[in-house]
C-alpha cells in the first residue's frame, strides 16, 4: 500500500513509513524525576545504537487521564518540557509526549519532535489541528471506542491545516467492561489512508480502572501483541518500558521490564526482515 514517509526528528532523524525500517517508541509512562528520566535515555539511547534501530524516546509531562484524582501525574507542562528536552539534547533520540489541550502544542512542538493524542481525545479537532500548526509530526491513538475507519476524519482534519506529517496508532477497543482487545486489521485499514501505522503493545493490554481506583494490565501478553502486529504489517512498534514495572508510579503492570526489552525488539526485528 503506498503511503507517506513521515520525518521525525531534529538532530537524529527518524523515517516511518512504506519501505522504512521499524520504528520503535518507547520509554517510561510517565517522568518519574528528571534524574530517571535522563537515566531512562541514555539507556534507551546505547539500546538503539546496539540493536541499530530508529528510536523514539517517549514520557509524559502529565498523565491527566489517570483514574484517581489521586493519582500520580507528572512534574507538569514546565519542569516535564525541559526533562524532555534535556533526553534530546544529551542522547540524540527524537523524542515525544502527549498533549490534553490546546495551550500545551505550542510549547511542547518546541521541546518534542513529536506530538502525541492520546486515545481518549481522538476526536477533539482543535487539539488534532493545534498539534498539527507546530509543523511538527503528530501520533494520534485511535479512541477505544472508534472503528479503525473513523481514523480518516483525523487525516482531514490534519490536512485541512496543511499537516501531512501523521502516525496513527492502533491500541486496543473496548470489548465488554474492562477488557481491550486488538483487530490486526486495524494495521492494513489505517494504512489505506496513507498514514504509517504504529502498534501499542503495552496499552493494548490495559485493563482500564481494572484495580478501582487505578488500571491492571497483563504484561505477559505485550510479546504476543507485538510479535502478531509485526507480522500484520505495522511501520512501528509503541512500548512503554521500566527498570522495575512493578514500583512504577504509572501503568505498571503494562509495562515491559527494561532488561527484557532487548530480546523483544531483536525477535521483531527477526520478523520484519523475513517479512521483507
Known amino acids: 500500500m503506498a503511503g507517506n514517509i513521515v ?9 516511518c513509513g512504506q519501505g522504512q525500517p521499524l520504528v520503535w517508541i518507547a520509554g517510561p509512562c510517565v517522568i518519574e524525576s528528571h534524574d530517571f528520566t535522563l537515566w531512562m535515555g541514555d539507556q534507551l539511547a546505547a539500546l538503539a545504537n546496539q540493536l541499530k534501530i530508529p528510536l523514539i524516546f517517549k514520557a509524559s509531562f502529565d498523565k491527566a487521564n489517570r483514574t484517581s484524582g489521586k493519582s500520580f501525574r507528572g512534574p507538569g507542562l514546565q519542569e516535564g518540557l525541559k526533562t524532555l528536552e534535556m533526553v534530546r539534547q544529551r542522547t540524540g533520540l527524537p523524542v515525544t509526549t502527549d498533549i490534553h489541550e490546546c495551550c500545551h502544542a505550542e510549547p511542547a512542538g518546541q521541546a518534542c519532535d513529536l506530538l502525541q493524542i492520546p486515545a481518549f481525545l481522538a476526536r477533539q479537532t482543535d487539539l488534532i489541528q493545534a498539534a498539527a500548526r507546530t509543523g511538527k509530526a503528530v501520533n494520534v491513538k485511535k479512541g477505544q471506542f472508534m472503528a479503525p475507519w473513523d481514523m480518516k476524519n483525523v487525516v482531514s482534519k490534519m490536512a485541512e491545516v496543511g ?4 502516525l496513527l496508532t492502533e491500541r486496543g477497543s473496548t470489548f465488554g467492561y474492562g477488557q481491550l482487545v486488538n483487530d490486526m486489521r ?17 496499552h493494548s493490554v490495559q ?3 481494572g484495580k478501582g481506583d487505578k488500571s491492571d494490565g497483563d504484561r505477559r501478553m505485550v510479546p504476543f501483541l507485538a510479535k502478531a502486529a509485526v507480522a500484520c504489517g505495522c511501520d512501528g512498534v509503541f512500548i ?8 512504577a508510579l504509572s501503568d505498571g503492570p503494562n509495562m515491559v521490564a527494561l532488561a527484557d526489552l532487548p530480546a523483544l525488539i531483536a525477535c521483531c526485528q527477526r520478523l520484519r526482515t523475513a517479512l521483507h
Open 207 to 209: 485493563k482500564p480502572a
Open 163 to 166: 499537516n501531512h506529517q501523521l
Open 186 to 202: 486495524a494495521i492494513p485499514w489505517m494504512q489505506e489512508f496513507g498514514c504509517p501505522v504504529i502498534f501499542d503493545a503495552t
Open 7 to 15: 520525518h521525525i526528528g531534529h538532530l537524529s532523524k527518524v523515517a
Open 240 to 247: 512503554e518500558t521500566h527498570p522495575r514495572p512493578d514500583e
